[in-house]
């Protein structure tokens, strides 16, 4: 038995020296060496990044203080900054066209809301005259438009196929 164990013992060996000779277990332990140097840097490196993107965010943020409080120093007319004039008029004259542009946007929701909705004949689906009985291009009889009802929780005036008012969104 002891000779069974001794060489099983002096292969083993073998087989490890085979292996080291060969560079096998060094060049794999190196390799994992290099491996983790590489994550290392690459960790370290995202680390840096994430550093510089939150940097560069709080600069920003700090350029956009800076500039509103220009914009509000040229509106109480403290500003005495030439440079900044310029900017800060531009600035300005962009937030009365927004406003401007704000305002038109307001009166056009308002006007779609103002235009009748154009009639349909049920037979051919084509657009009907306000008035008549019957349709001009296949003839059919057209009952008279009947009044559309109105919500009784806003007032607002309901399509006559409506479930639910457009304006406050109650069941009618």
């Known amino acids: 038995m002891p000779d069974l164990l001794q060489l099983f013992r002096e292969k083993a060996e073998e087989l490890v020296g085979a292996i080291n000779r060969k560079g096998g277990v060094r060049s794999m332990i190196e390799g994992l060496r290099r491996q983790m140097a590489v994550a290392d840097r690459r960790r370290t490196m995202s680390k840096v990044k994430s550093e510089l993107r939150r940097l560069d965010r ?24 030439p440079e900044l004039q310029p900017l800060c008029q531009h600035i300005l004259e962009l937030r009365a066209a927004l406003a401007q542009q704000e305002a038109e946007l307001a009166m056009l929701e308002a006007t779609v809301t103002e235009i009748p909705e154009k009639r349909l004949c049920p037979t051919c689906k084509r657009p009907l005259p306000s008035e008549g009985t019957f ?24 399509r006559p196929d409506s479930r639910f008012c457009p304006k406050c969104g109650q069941a009618v």
Do not use: D, W
Not at 58 to 80: D, P, Y
Not at 140 to 149: I, K, T
């Open 58 to 81: 709080q600069i920003t943020e700090m350029i956009t203080a800076v500039g509103v409080q220009a914009v509000g120093l040229h509106e109480a007319n403290k500003l005495s900054s």
């Open 135 to 158: 349709c001009p291009y296949c003839g059919a009889r057209v009952l008279a438009r009947e009044e559309s009802p109105f919500c009784i929780y806003c007032g607002a005036r309901l």
